[in-house]
C-alpha cells in the first residue's frame, strides 16, 4: 500500500481496487474523480484514465469500475471523520483540506437559505485534487521580480491546471526564507497555497510566512495589514471590485503585492473589467504569464509591467 496521504483517506474497497495498478502513475495524478454510478477516474495532465473491475488501467471509460452510492457516502465519512456537523462550514463551502495539502471538492444538491447555499446534501460526487509542491519552481522567475532587493507588485497570468498555484507557493517559500527581515501574509481563501490542516501549513511556505486560511481575499489583506505587518502580500485569483479596493490599500500601505488571475496572456486580461482598472494605475510592475504548452508550468513571457517590455 502507498503512504501518500490522499491513498490513506480512501475506503479501504477502493485502496484495495485501485492499489497495485497506480505503480506506474501515482506520480503524475493531478485529479480523481468519483461519481456515482460512473467510472472512477484519473486524471494526469491531459490525459484520463480509468481502472475496470478487473483492476486493469484504460483509457476507455466506458469499461471503468462504476463507483456506487454506498462507497462514496463512505468515502464521505472518512474525509469527515465520521461527522458531518462538524466540517458543515467545509461541506458548504464545497471543499476541504486534507493531511498532506490535498483539496477534496463536493457536489450535491444545495440547500438554501436566503438565497445562498447552508449546506450540501446527497453528494453526488467528490474530486480529490492532489497538491504538487515543486521546491525550486520559482528560481528561473523569482530574479525577475526583484528589483534593488525589492519585490515587485506582480501579476501571474495562467489558465487552469497550468501550474499558478504551485509557483506562487514556491515564491512565497523562497521569498520568506531568502530575505531577510521580509515577511510575507498570505491570504489562501480556498486552502490551496499553504494546504493548511488543523492549523499547520501541509506544504513548505518558509520561515517568514504568515497564513490567513479559509478568509475571503479582500477582508484578509486587509486583516493582515493591519495585524502582521507584512512587506508582501500573496493572494491567489483576483478578479473581484472589493479585491481591487484591497490592492489599493496595500499600494497605499507600501505593501508589495503578488497575485493571480486566470488567463492566457496580458491583452486578453486587462479587458476584464476589474483588472482594466489595474492596469490603467499601471498596478502591476511585472506580469508572468504561464501556459501548459511544454507541460505544467511552462514559463511563456514576463512583462515589464509599465513598459511591457519583455523581460524574458
Avoid at 165 to 177: A, E, G, H, M, P
Avoid at 191 to 201: H, T, V
Avoid at 273 to 278: F, G, K
Wanted: net charge positive; proline share 4%; aromatic share 6%.
Amino acid at each position: 500500500m502507498y503512504s501518500q496521504s490522499w491513498f490513506q483517506i480512501l475506503t479501504p474497497e477502493l485502496q484495495e481496487l485501485i492499489g497495485a495498478s497506480l505503480q506506474v502513475i501515482v506520480e503524475e495524478i493531478e485529479e480523481i474523480r468519483l461519481r456515482i454510478a460512473r467510472p472512477i477516474l484519473f486524471r494526469l495532465g491531459t490525459k484520463e484514465l480509468t481502472i475496470t473491475p478487473e483492476k486493469r488501467l484504460t483509457p476507455r471509460l466506458e469499461n471503468g469500475y462504476l463507483i456506487t452510492k454506498s462507497e462514496l457516502e463512505r468515502a464521505v465519512q472518512i474525509l469527515s471523520q465520521n461527522s458531518l456537523y462538524a466540517w458543515e462550514n467545509e461541506f458548504k463551502n464545497g471543499y476541504l483540506t486534507i493531511p498532506g495539502g490535498h483539496r477534496v471538492g463536493f457536489v450535491g444538491s444545495g440547500v438554501l437559505k436566503e438565497g445562498k447555499i447552508k449546506r450540501l446534501k446527497e453528494l453526488s460526487g467528490i474530486n480529490y485534487r492532489l497538491g504538487k509542491e515543486i521546491l525550486g519552481c520559482a528560481q528561473k522567475v523569482l530574479p525577475y521580480l526583484v528589483k534593488e532587493e525589492e519585490i515587485k507588485h506582480t501579476l501571474i497570468i495562467s489558465p487552469p491546471r497550468c501550474g499558478k498555484t504551485t509557483l506562487l507557493r514556491d515564491l512565497v517559500r523562497q521569498i520568506s526564507t531568502d530575505f531577510p527581515g521580509v515577511n510575507v501574509g498570505v491570504v489562501d481563501e480556498r486552502s490551496e497555497i499553504a494546504g493548511m490542516y488543523q492549523g499547520e501549513p501541509q506544504f513548505d511556505i518558509g520561515l517568514r510566512t504568515d497564513v490567513l486560511d479559509a478568509c475571503p481575499k479582500a477582508e484578509g489583506m486587509l486583516l493582515l495589514i493591519r495585524s502582521m505587518s507584512p512587506q508582501v502580500i500573496v493572494t491567489d485569483e483576483i478578479g473581484k471590485k472589493e479585491d481591487v479596493e484591497a490592492l489599493h490599500n496595500a499600494l497605499q500601505a507600501g505593501v508589495k503585492v503578488i497575485t493571480t488571475v486566470h488567463g492566457t496572456n496580458w491583452e486578453e486580461i486587462k479587458r476584464k473589467p476589474y483588472i482594466q482598472t489595474l492596469a490603467n494605475w499601471c498596478f502591476f510592475e511585472r506580469i508572468v504569464v504561464l501556459s501548459r504548452r511544454k507541460g505544467p508550468g511552462t514559463l511563456e513571457v514576463i512583462l515589464d509591467g509599465k513598459s511591457k517590455e519583455r523581460l524574458r
